[in-house]
């Protein structure tokens, strides 16, 4: 039972540290969009907390 949870809870970890690192990466994504749009507008278009 122990080596089932251990199992489980490794497993759990890693899930979340690559959820992390997918938020991260589709976070740096919207911040180079915004700068893209801002470059096209000449005014900021988006600016909402991500």
């Known amino acids: 039972m122990t080596a089932e ?3 489980f809870v490794a497993a759990a970890g ?3 540290d690559e959820s992390i690192k997918i938020y991260q990466l589709c976070k740096s994504a919207i911040l ?3 700068h893209v749009i801002d470059g096209i507008h ?3 278009v988006l600016r909402s907390r991500v």
């Open 32 to 34: 180079s969009l915004q």
């Open 5 to 7: 949870v251990d199992g």
């Open 14 to 16: 890693q899930f979340v």
């Open 42 to 44: 000449g005014t900021p």
